[in-house]
Protein backbone atom coordinates (compact mmCIF):
# COMPACT_ATOMS: atom_id res chain seq x y z
CA UNK A 1 0.00 0.00 0.00
CA UNK A 2 2.91 2.48 0.96
CA UNK A 3 4.80 1.74 -1.82
CA UNK A 4 1.55 2.06 -4.42
CA UNK A 5 1.23 5.29 -2.36
CA UNK A 6 4.65 6.41 -3.45
CA UNK A 7 4.70 5.93 -7.24
CA UNK A 8 1.48 7.32 -7.33
CA UNK A 9 2.64 10.63 -5.66
CA UNK A 10 6.21 10.41 -7.80
CA UNK A 11 3.91 10.13 -11.28
CA UNK A 12 1.56 12.93 -9.90
CA UNK A 13 4.03 15.02 -9.19
CA UNK A 14 5.45 14.79 -12.95
CA UNK A 15 2.27 14.47 -14.34
CA UNK A 16 1.89 18.57 -12.89
CA UNK A 17 5.18 19.37 -14.03
CA UNK A 18 4.81 18.17 -17.25
CA UNK A 19 1.17 19.94 -17.55
CA UNK A 20 3.05 23.59 -16.62
CA UNK A 21 5.70 23.50 -18.67
CA UNK A 22 5.05 25.47 -22.12
CA UNK A 23 8.15 25.83 -23.54
CA UNK A 24 11.74 23.86 -23.12
CA UNK A 25 15.19 23.53 -24.81
CA UNK A 26 17.28 21.27 -25.10
CA UNK A 27 20.59 20.03 -27.28
CA UNK A 28 20.29 17.32 -29.99
CA UNK A 29 21.83 14.19 -31.00
CA UNK A 30 23.24 16.03 -33.67
CA UNK A 31 24.54 19.66 -31.73
CA UNK A 32 20.92 21.22 -33.02
CA UNK A 33 19.13 23.25 -30.72
CA UNK A 34 15.51 22.34 -29.82
CA UNK A 35 12.96 24.52 -28.46
CA UNK A 36 9.42 23.17 -28.70
CA UNK A 37 6.42 25.24 -27.58
CA UNK A 38 3.15 24.21 -26.63
CA UNK A 39 1.83 26.74 -25.90
CA UNK A 40 -2.30 26.38 -26.78
CA UNK A 41 -3.42 28.72 -29.70
CA UNK A 42 -6.49 30.47 -29.62
CA UNK A 43 -9.72 29.07 -30.80
CA UNK A 44 -10.75 30.73 -34.25
CA UNK A 45 -7.68 32.38 -34.83
CA UNK A 46 -4.79 31.63 -37.54
CA UNK A 47 -1.95 30.05 -35.99
CA UNK A 48 0.70 31.88 -36.30
CA UNK A 49 4.09 31.26 -34.54
CA UNK A 50 7.52 33.06 -33.57
CA UNK A 51 10.95 31.71 -32.03
CA UNK A 52 13.58 34.40 -30.75
CA UNK A 53 15.98 34.77 -28.21
CA UNK A 54 17.22 37.12 -25.85
CA UNK A 55 20.97 37.99 -24.28
CA UNK A 56 21.44 40.78 -22.42
CA UNK A 57 18.65 43.92 -23.98
CA UNK A 58 18.50 42.40 -27.29
CA UNK A 59 16.04 40.06 -28.92
CA UNK A 60 16.45 37.92 -31.92
CA UNK A 61 14.12 36.85 -33.89
CA UNK A 62 15.02 32.76 -35.28
CA UNK A 63 12.06 32.06 -37.31
CA UNK A 64 8.16 33.48 -38.13
CA UNK A 65 5.14 32.82 -40.04
CA UNK A 66 3.65 36.42 -39.18
CA UNK A 67 3.30 38.23 -42.40
CA UNK A 68 5.53 41.65 -42.69
CA UNK A 69 8.00 40.07 -40.10
CA UNK A 70 11.47 38.21 -41.19
CA UNK A 71 14.49 36.56 -39.07
CA UNK A 72 17.68 37.53 -38.97
CA UNK A 73 19.87 36.90 -41.84
CA UNK A 74 22.19 34.72 -39.54
CA UNK A 75 19.37 32.50 -39.13
CA UNK A 76 17.80 31.98 -42.56
CA UNK A 77 18.05 28.48 -43.30
CA UNK A 78 19.10 27.57 -39.89
CA UNK A 79 16.14 26.86 -38.62
CA UNK A 80 13.16 24.89 -39.16
CA UNK A 81 9.49 24.54 -37.48
CA UNK A 82 7.54 21.70 -37.45
CA UNK A 83 3.65 21.55 -36.07
CA UNK A 84 3.13 19.46 -33.08
CA UNK A 85 0.05 17.56 -31.99
CA UNK A 86 -2.35 18.21 -30.55
CA UNK A 87 -1.23 21.54 -30.42
CA UNK A 88 2.60 23.74 -30.42
CA UNK A 89 5.79 24.09 -32.65
CA UNK A 90 9.08 22.90 -32.51
CA UNK A 91 11.79 24.46 -33.91
CA UNK A 92 15.17 22.91 -34.38
CA UNK A 93 17.97 25.47 -35.08
CA UNK A 94 21.73 24.40 -36.69
CA UNK A 95 25.15 25.47 -36.25
CA UNK A 96 24.29 27.69 -33.36
CA UNK A 97 25.13 25.65 -30.03
CA UNK A 98 28.83 26.49 -29.41
CA UNK A 99 28.16 30.07 -29.66
CA UNK A 100 25.07 30.19 -27.36
CA UNK A 101 25.56 33.57 -24.98
CA UNK A 102 25.98 32.94 -21.41
CA UNK A 103 22.44 33.02 -20.77
CA UNK A 104 20.01 33.02 -22.84
CA UNK A 105 16.06 33.73 -22.48
CA UNK A 106 14.27 31.47 -25.39
CA UNK A 107 11.05 33.07 -26.22
CA UNK A 108 8.20 31.46 -28.21
CA UNK A 109 4.84 33.15 -29.28
CA UNK A 110 1.96 31.34 -30.57
CA UNK A 111 -1.49 33.45 -31.91
CA UNK A 112 -0.23 36.24 -29.77
CA UNK A 113 0.56 33.97 -26.45
CA UNK A 114 4.38 33.99 -25.20
CA UNK A 115 6.15 31.74 -23.16
CA UNK A 116 9.47 32.55 -21.88
CA UNK A 117 12.34 30.26 -20.64
CA UNK A 118 15.78 31.62 -19.21
CA UNK A 119 18.55 29.12 -19.54
CA UNK A 120 22.56 29.15 -18.78
CA UNK A 121 24.39 27.55 -21.39
CA UNK A 122 25.87 24.78 -19.30
CA UNK A 123 22.83 23.72 -18.08
CA UNK A 124 21.52 22.86 -21.78
CA UNK A 125 19.22 19.24 -21.01
CA UNK A 126 20.42 16.39 -24.19
CA UNK A 127 17.15 15.75 -25.44
CA UNK A 128 16.26 12.15 -25.29
CA UNK A 129 13.43 9.48 -25.12
CA UNK A 130 12.55 10.07 -21.06
CA UNK A 131 12.40 13.88 -21.63
CA UNK A 132 10.67 13.46 -24.77
CA UNK A 133 7.94 10.98 -22.84
CA UNK A 134 7.92 13.49 -19.92
CA UNK A 135 6.95 16.42 -22.09
CA UNK A 136 4.53 14.34 -24.22
CA UNK A 137 0.67 14.78 -24.00
CA UNK A 138 -0.40 13.80 -20.18
CA UNK A 139 -2.47 10.63 -21.68
CA UNK A 140 0.77 9.15 -20.89
CA UNK A 141 1.04 9.71 -17.63
CA UNK A 142 -2.62 9.34 -17.10
CA UNK A 143 -2.38 5.83 -18.75
CA UNK A 144 0.28 4.79 -16.72
CA UNK A 145 -1.65 5.88 -13.49
CA UNK A 146 -4.31 3.97 -14.37
CA UNK A 147 -2.15 0.59 -15.06
CA UNK A 148 -0.81 0.93 -11.64
CA UNK A 149 -3.97 1.48 -9.82
CA UNK A 150 -5.40 -1.47 -11.45
CA UNK A 151 -2.25 -4.25 -11.12
CA UNK A 152 -2.27 -3.08 -7.41
CA UNK A 153 -6.03 -3.04 -6.86
Known amino acids: MLKSLFVYGVLGALLISVKSELISV ?8 RVDCLVEPKPNKINSFEFSWSSGNKESLINT ?3 GSSAEAKFKDKSQVEELEPHGYRMTLSGFTDGLPHNTTYLCKISGVTASVNVEREQLATCSAVSLFL ?5 WMVCLLLFFYHTHS
Open 26 to 33: CVEDDNDL
Open 65 to 67: NVS
Open 135 to 139: KSSCS
